[in-house]
């Protein structure tokens, strides 16, 4: 059961952040929030999203599971208005979920938990070199090395105590390294992995409007994006798997 | 004969009211202003198009008839910027029209009425259900049904004094309901039909611009909107027949 | 030898005036700036370019002449923001461009100039008929011309004392006349040529920005226009063959 009105804006973000990694998800709906963990179909990168009831303007479920179709949710959402309220409703095993924004009122078919992969397990991997960096200064930085190249090494330097960035393409090269004076924290650990760029992409752009980003990294390992959403009441990890480095 | 001038803005929200229904036209000239009547290829929708001497700045025309590309109309004239004045003159006989407009002198080819359709008969149609309502109402609700479905359903709820939009997808629903606070009018009388989205997109961004429109409907009957442009000296009428109700 | 430093739009602005022509070409760097001289495949078209030294914030070179991939340039550094320094480095017989800016660092591979056309020689026109014309006017008239045709007569009117560009389409015509009033200055001489619109749409894209063109005209001669950029500091020519008037 679920019965909710959110931030038309919240929302949105939510299902945004949701969208760049999967087009579908089991959505666990509890007393204090909601939440979901899914792996993209390549098993190469995973979201685990919560938004807290906090988040919500009223908030009333039960534990359950839901089938969300992602993609066609941010396609019927992405008009709502600022200041506009949605309101959730979902009753115990239905099949739709009714929602309703600015006078529309949707009934939503649900997908078949079924037939969606089951939630990954929590992987524990230690990923030592820490970085604290703004959002759009990350994107921004996926955004040039994407112009030359399709992946990018992404690491820390413990001496200089920078967060450096390095695409390669077929004949040019760019470098980006921040400073102590950019960075939010680092920790002077060092690290260096590479990874692709059409999965950075789409996570930089939702992790652009975060002020604050969490980067963790290991040699050759993956790399962990934490950062907040809905004013802080809701949480975001991207994990994406290392690239091989290859000549 | 003809020769005019009117505001460029106004001249081009008169093509557009036009080319949203069909690429090509009979205009009628008279001393009294402009008029045309069409049916597009498909016989689904009508346009009666009336633009009166007034919303001209200067106008001297005898009765004519003239074929116009209004496609390539739109093309040419979607640049005049805001507060120029198009001139238009035509001979009797001729076979074009000489537009000028800051500065640029057109040369335009009229096409040979006898290659257009003949002007139709104006259809007599009891529609007892009348609502007025805002054109940007209207175009968002069109626009937020064509997300989920290619046909949407109109109607008036008489015991709750409600005008509604219902759009099926293959698996989703959509419904707004628009209560007496949100119309300008409303005749309490039973009346729902189904339309074709494909028209009414069209037609509803053309719409969108007007404060009011007069939606007229019936039991599974076409819908006729009736709106002003030119600031009340033109007036548009679009007549859509109703797409079959099937499962 | 290259080492300078220059504003970030400065530099945009002359790498589409040469982009509009040439995807590569040779820059010729000297003591008091960089210059380039280039003809398109199609031998249709030529450009002059020249930026002093004084449009730099620091500049030094030697003798010397490099192959750009003015493409490739225009790619990557169409995100420098307003206000960004963009520095330049490169050693005697380097293969490879030191480029950074707000923090990224760009290493770029230039092109052997052995595999870049030749310099061509400036040719000895005489084009007696001159206009200047505010560089927006210019690029209006190109852009109404190209919705109707793909190639337009630019000529002189000595009586009158007008410049005219004349477009003719398959079936319509369109005239764009600037009086005294509408010009710089005019030297009333008898002049006309047709232009391909291919060519001066590009042109005419990069001329928008230009308070001042300079437009010389012969009868059925090229067309030369001149302009400055970087406030001053840098200069462009332009030259367009003529196409044959046929009917």
Redesign the interface.
């Known amino acids: 059961m679920l019965k909710a009105t959110i931030d038309a804006e919240i929302f949105r973000e939510a299902i945004e952040a949701i969208s760049a990694l999967v087009p579908e998800c089991r959505l666990h709906t509890a007393e204090d929030g909601i939440t979901t963990r899914a792996v993209d179909t390549a098993n190469v990168a995973m979201i685990a999203f919560t938004l807290k009831k906090e988040a919500f303007d009223t908030f009333k479920a039960t534990k359950s599971e839901i089938g969300v179709d992602i993609s ?1 949710m941010k ?2 959402f992405n ?1 709502g208005g600022k200041g506009d309220l949605i309101s959730l409703e979902l009753a115990d095993n239905a099949q739709k979920m009714a929602v309703s924004v600015h ?7 649900l997908l078949d938990t079924n037939t969606i992969r089951k939630d990954p397990n929590s992987p524990t991997i230690n990923l030592p070199g820490k970085v604290v960096i703004s959002g759009e200064d990350l994107n ?2 996926i ?2 090395a994407a ?2 190249s399709d992946k990018i090494a992404m690491g820390i330097n413990p001496k200089d105590q920078t967060f450096y960035m390095v695409a390669e393409g077929d ?8 400073g102590k004076d ?1 960075l939010k924290s680092l920790s002077p650990v060092e690290a260096r992995s590479l990874f692709s760029l059409d999965y950075l992409r789409d996570m930089g752009k939702v992790m652009s409007k975060a002020t604050e980003v969490e980067v963790c990294l290991g040699i050759d390992h993956p790399v962990r994006f934490s950062f907040d959403i809905a004013g802080g009441n809701g949480h975001v990890e991207y994990l994406l798997a290392p690239r091989i480095e290859a000549d």
């Open positions: 066609k396609n019927i008009m006078g529309y009122h949707y009934s939503i078919t921004n930085a955004k040039a112009v030359i004949t040019d090269h760019i470098q980006r390294e921040f950019e």
